[in-house]
């Protein structure tokens, strides 16, 4: 009975020691957000046994940046899937790093799907080609919303979101609700807000909120009166019948072209 007491005190004496450095760990690991991401067997393939462990040995960073340098290799030689993976490891690992989500989002969004558009020796169909890059889009799509949920704070992240959703997916809606969000961010640049209401104003069934945006700006005065935001309140004016005396602005008529006398 003796010998099974002795061992078992000294390793209910080893857990009490061990306990509070583990929650000390543990408190440090959520605050870095490396809790939240997901070490599967896909990472432990792109580092390696020795480098899975080093990553959960504290290494993280350093294994992040070996994975980010391979997939300059990648990219290098257009090996997108391969790159693609690399670079789900390498947030994984770096959860927290913004430049991480952005750079890897604009490599799949911009860079992958330029290739497979492009490529016609690949693949000569044009529809199958077109399918190719708008998986790619969506591809980048992810990495910025799965770095969103990682640092949604992050302005940064969510003006990338906009500019993909004007810019490649052509949904000007979501384009919009992304810079209304990232407006809100600590950090956001001023012309986030224009964005928004810019965006708005081209998104189907938004006109009357989109002009109380625009007019909300205009009334802000002369920083805010810019080219773009005038020619799109006048637009929407003319679409919402909106009458003439109420209106904020009105652009100049253009003069009759005068006629070219015969020499």
């Not at 350093?62 to 290799?73: F, H, N």
Request: charge should be positive; include cysteine.
């Amino acid at each position: 009975m003796k010998r099974l007491l002795l061992p078992l005190g000294l390793i209910l004496a080893f857990g009490a020691l061990k306990a509070p450095l583990e929650s000390h760990l543990l408190v440090q690991e959520r605050a870095s957000g490396f809790q939240a991401a997901q070490l599967n067997m896909q990472l432990r393939s792109q580092l390696g046994q020795m480098g899975f462990m080093a990553a959960l040995s504290g290494f993280r960073a350093i294994m992040a940046d070996l994975l980010w340098i391979r997939s300059g290799s990648a990219f290098e030689r257009t090996e997108w899937g391969r790159m693609k993976l690399l670079l789900e490891s390498a947030t994984q690992l770096q959860p927290k790093a913004i430049l991480f989500w952005e750079m890897a989002h604009f490599h799949m969004a911009y860079d992958a799907a330029i290739s497979a558009r492009e490529n016609v020796t690949a693949q000569p169909s044009d529809a199958l080609r077109r399918k190719a890059e708008r998986e790619y889009h969506r591809i980048g799509e992810q990495f910025l919303l799965d770095g969103i949920t990682h640092n949604p704070n992050s302005a940064r992240l969510h003006e990338r979101l906009g500019a993909l959703y004007d810019k490649k997916f052509h949904d000007h809606a979501r384009a919009a609700q992304a810079y209304t969000d990232c407006a809100q961010k600590p950090g956001a640049m001023g012309y986030i807000r224009r964005f928004a209401a810019y965006q708005l104003a081209q998104a189907s069934g938004y006109e009357k909120e989109a002009y109380a945006r625009l007019l909300e700006l205009y009334q802000e005065g002369e920083q805010q009166r810019l080219p773009t935001l005038l020619n799109l309140l006048h637009s929407l004016a003319e679409k919402l019948a909106i009458p003439a005396a109420e209106r904020v602005y009105t652009p100049p008529s253009t003069p009759p072209a005068q006629p070219t006398l015969a020499r």
